[in-house]
């Protein structure tokens, strides 16, 4: 399904991240960009490691949760990783809410910089990170659709769930975001 916001579509598809042909692909890492399981494991796979080389060579420090840095896309059919760092699920009260919308922006005003016109964004933290699937596809569908608002860009903004779950998660909150902004 999508849905348009000003000049944005915000779109949502079943699937695998790294198959998306999109200018840009989002990495859930974590804040050693040390590699791990999950999107991380499969997307490193996927690009090749030129990528890991790149994160050691550019951001030895990692970088902290609620940022995201950008890489090349080594064998992907993407310009660039954007490696984005959702927090650790610690019961709401940590802040968990705005470091994953920080995150989600962060991605969103590299895309700008990087001169995106589409991005494919996984559901960070609701993994490994355990952040609850219906919150995680609140805080992120409406930051995305506060940014598209604010912004104008990137065109395609497009969420690449997994499995049926997330999907349907996902699908629940982008229908009530589009009936309050009159979409019905
Ligand atoms: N395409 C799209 N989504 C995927 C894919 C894929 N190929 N594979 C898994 N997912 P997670 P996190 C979904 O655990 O919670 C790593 O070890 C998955 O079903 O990948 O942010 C990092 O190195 C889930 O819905 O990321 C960090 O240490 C979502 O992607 C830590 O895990 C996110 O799950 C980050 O944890």
Known sequence: MFVQFGKCQIELVQGDITL???DAIVNAANSRLAGGGGVDGAIHLAAGPVLMEETRRRYPDGCPTGSAVATSAGR???????????PVWGGGHRKERELLSSAYEACLNLAIEHNCESIAFPAISTGVYRFPKDQAAEVSLSTTRDFC???GRPQLIRFVLFDEGSYGAFARVLEDLATADGQS
Not at 76 to 84: E, G
């Open 20 to 22: 998306q042909e999109v």
């Open 76 to 86: 992907l059919m993407a310009k660039h990783v954007f490696h984005a760092v959702g």
């Open 149 to 151: 608002l604010d912004h």
